[in-house]
Structures are given as structure tokens and as C-alpha cells.
T-cell receptor, first 114, second 109 residues
Framework: NAGVMQNPRHLVRRRGQEARLRCSPM?????VYWYRQLPEEGLKFMVY????????ESGMPKERFSAEFPKEGPSILRIQQVVRGDSAAYFC????????????FGSGTQLSVL | SQKIEQNSEALNIQEGKTATLTCNYT??????LQWYRQDPGRGPVFLLL?????KEKRKERLKVTFDTTLKQSLFHITASQPADSATYLC????????FGKGTRLSVIA
């Protein structure tokens, strides 16, 4: 019973390039959340998606960042024209429902921008 | 704005003692609180959920309380072991879950 799968585990990009982070939720889960974590900081909510819909993107920067969760395939967090400040660990979590549901997290993608 | 605060960045205790971690929230009325454990380089792992109408929840050596008057949750690990050393995150919900910065617990043998 595979858990939440994130890839790549580590991603290195130069300033100005694009970063694509992938997340496959647990089987049967239709709710996906993306969080960002910087050293010595907590998990910061970015975006909450259900299949084909963005439910809450209040934590996502207005520019350069986008997320999708298509009908088929993994959820994608896309960062365009990356800057050094984007370097962080990005975690994806999934749940089977909305409120009152525990989250299952992936192992994260560590993004390093050179 | 909504704020979740975990008062201690780090907590050191001796093996066998009870560890107590604190989570406070402001400008917020969460329907539930969740506690997670995070080890270095890994994603958080769910431990316990407590709803606003529950005072206390237990699971093995873990206990969590929820005081809506004090706007606070306490997380206890009894008979602590070195293997309990990790960062513990408090998350408050409604959806989506909003997390505190975490408390890094070190249990010393």
C-alpha cells in the first residue's frame, strides 16, 4: 500500500529556470495539499486541491507559482523563473476527505536554486 | 492573522520522564488540532487528532489535551525514550491545516 510519492527527492535549478515537483497521493485520496518548509521554520501552507480544482491557494505566491491536480496523473507544483529564495523543502500531503481528516505526507522534494 | 505558536523551539529531557509540549493559537477557532512527528529529512507523520468538543485523547504513551478557553493544546509523552527524539508539529484546522514551527525534542539516555 504505497504512501504519498513525491519526486524528485532532490532538485537543483539555476536562477531563472523552471522547477516541476510531482506528487502522487495515496490510493483513494482525492485531496492534495502542498506545503513549504524552510530551515528552522514550520510548514507553510501553499495550496489545497481536489481533482481538477483548486480549493484554496491563499498561501501561494501570486507570481511564478502554480499548481494543478489533473483528472489523471500526479499533482504538479510548478515554479517558474526560480530565485534563490525558492530554495526549500516542498512537502505534499493527501487525505481522503476535507475537514477533520489526518494528512499523509510524502518525503518531500528539496529544491536548491544555485 | 491566524497564529499557531509552539512555545519551545527545543526541549531536552531525561529518559523515562514525561515530555510536555505546548501549542497555543490566536485569532482562530479551530475545529480540531492535530499533532505530527517529523524526523530529519522526512515528511511529518500523523500522531493524534483532537476535536474542539473533546478534552483529552490518548494513544499508548501519548496524550493530548485541548482547552478552548485557554486556546491551548498540550501534548504529553510519558516514559520517554531516546527513540522519541524528533520534531513535533502542532497543526490547527479547519481545512487547510495551519502548523506551528515545531518543538525539537531530545530525550537523553
Amino acid at each position: 500500500n504505497a504512501g504519498v510519492m513525491q519526486n524528485p527527492r532532490h532538485l537543483v535549478r539555476r536562477r531563472g529556470q523552471e522547477a516541476r515537483l510531482r506528487c502522487s497521493p495515496m490510493k483513494g485520496h482525492s485531496h492534495v495539499y502542498w506545503y513549504r518548509q524552510l530551515p528552522e521554520e514550520g510548514l507553510k501552507f501553499m495550496v489545497y486541491l481536489q481533482k481538477e480544482n483548486i480549493i484554496d491557494e491563499s498561501g501561494m505566491p501570486k507570481e511564478r507559482f502554480s499548481a494543478e491536480f489533473p483528472k489523471e496523473g500526479p499533482s504538479i507544483l510548478r515554479i517558474q523563473q526560480v530565485v534563490r529564495g525558492d530554495s526549500a523543502a516542498y512537502f505534499c500531503a493527501s487525505s481522503s476527505g476535507g475537514n477533520n481528516e489526518k494528512l499523509f505526507f510524502g518525503s518531500g522534494t528539496q529544491l536548491s536554486v544555485l | 492573522s491566524q497564529k499557531i505558536e509552539q512555545n519551545s523551539e527545543a526541549l531536552n529531557i531525561q529518559e523515562g520522564k514525561t515530555a510536555t509540549l505546548t501549542c497555543n493559537y490566536t485569532n482562530y477557532s479551530p475545529a480540531y488540532l492535530q499533532w505530527y512527528r517529523q524526523d530529519p529529512g522526512r515528511g511529518p507523520v500523523f500522531l493524534l487528532l483532537i476535536r474542539e468538543n473533546e478534552k483529552e485523547k490518548r494513544k499508548e504513551r501519548l496524550k493530548v489535551t485541548f482547552d478552548t478557553t485557554l486556546k491551548q493544546s498540550l501534548f504529553h509523552i510519558t516514559a520517554s525514550q531516546p527513540a522519541d527524539s524528533a520534531t513535533y508539529l502542532c497543526g490547527a484546522g479547519n481545512t487547510p491545516l495551519v502548523f506551528g514551527k515545531g518543538t525539537r525534542l531530545s530525550v537523553i539516555a
